[in-house]
């Protein structure tokens, strides 16, 4: 059966989406048109360039994760070579080994621009701090002054996963301006108003896969001190938008996946976790799609 699909953010959280999508896949579900932001991004990326949950595990398993922490050389201290380019290049790492390794896979299912990808089949969310607007890549790109179809798909992918302060925010030069780009779950995380608009029709069914828990059951935000304010800051910023469009009529299309918020930028996780989140996917995938009412 076709259907449509959008995925969330969640950092190395997103392990988990590939074990949902083997469920998924095994089921006999089909994605015509997939969106996502961040690590959602990713998975989405890779299922518009054809890849099986199979094909996506065994990337993931090859792809030594600390690889993609690419940081920039010097001569100083590590210690004050980090705040320094955290304050100078906004991020700690470039970001440049996660756009190749990117570039790379997409290549081998001969992908390169969004005019190797059907229309309206993969799109992926990003955050435009300097104009503080929402970006829907590739379709937003026009006002930009830039050709869609001309635009590298792991760029968008790239700009989606940029996790601010962690990896260096995208510079998108337009006709008139260089704008600041980050990471998409800071303004839409879970993007299933993309597909699943009020009082439209559907193509297709919409199925989300989403790395949090229901609204409900979110656990409360401890904040006694400014490092937990921040947090919860970000998290609030995060999830927001999207929690206010989700309502009881959406939640009966979405699989939660409520997973711990320390795993986000743990690059070093080990196999062990890797496969927990994996099956932790499979399992709540495989729970929900048993009695799912498409």
């Known amino acids: 059966m076709y259907i449509d699909g959008v995925f969330s953010g969640g950092g190395i959280k997103g392990i988990a989406l590939v074990g949902a999508y083997e ?16 690590a959602g991004a990713i998975i989405a990326g890779l299922i518009a360039a054809g890849y099986t949950s199979d094909e996506i595990d065994r990337l993931l398993s090859d ?21 320094l380019y955290l ?15 990117l570039t790379n896979v997409l ?5 390169v621009t969004f005019a190797d990808l059907p229309p309206q089949s993969l799109r992926v969310i990003a955050s435009d701090l300097t104009n503080g607007r ?61 597909f699943d608009r009020e009082n439209v029709n559907k193509v297709r069914p919409v199925l989300g896969i989403k790395l949090s828990s229901q609204q409900q059951d979110h656990p409360k935000n401890e904040i006694s001190n400014a490092l937990q304010l921040f947090g ?7 999830d927001a938008h999207d929690s206010r ?8 299309d979405i699989i939660f996946i409520p997973l711990q918020e320390g795993l986000t ?8 976790k890797k496969l927990k989140l994996k099956n932790y996917g499979r399992e709540c995938a495989r729970k929900f799609l048993s009695s799912w009412a498409y």
């Not at 290549?107 to 992908?111: E, R, S, T, V």
């Open 245 to 252: 469009y989700i309502s009881r009529k959406h939640e009966k």
């Open 23 to 38: 469920e998924i896949e095994k089921r006999g579900f089909q994605f015509v048109r997939v969106a996502g932001a961040s």
């Open 87 to 101: 304050y100078w290049r906004l991020g700690l790492y470039k970001g440049n080994e996660l756009e190749k390794w």
């Open 134 to 194: 929402l970006l829907v890549l590739p379709d937003d790109l026009n006002s930009y002054g830039i050709e869609p179809n001309t635009f590298p798909i792991a760029k968008a992918i790239r700009m989606s996963c940029s996790l601010p302060f962690f990896f260096e925010p995208v510079r998108l030069k337009s006709q008139h301006e260089t704008s600041i780009i980050v990471d998409g779950g800071v303004l839409s995380n879970f993007p299933m108003w993309l």
């Open 107 to 111: 290549a081998q299912k001969g992908l």
């Open 265 to 272: 930028t743990e690059f070093s996780i080990s196999e062990e």
């Open 63 to 83: 792809l030594k994760l600390e690889m993609l922490l690419d940081e920039r050389r010097s001569i100083l201290p590590l210690a004050v070579t980090k705040w």
């Open 232 to 238: 919860a800051l970000f998290e609030t910023m995060k």
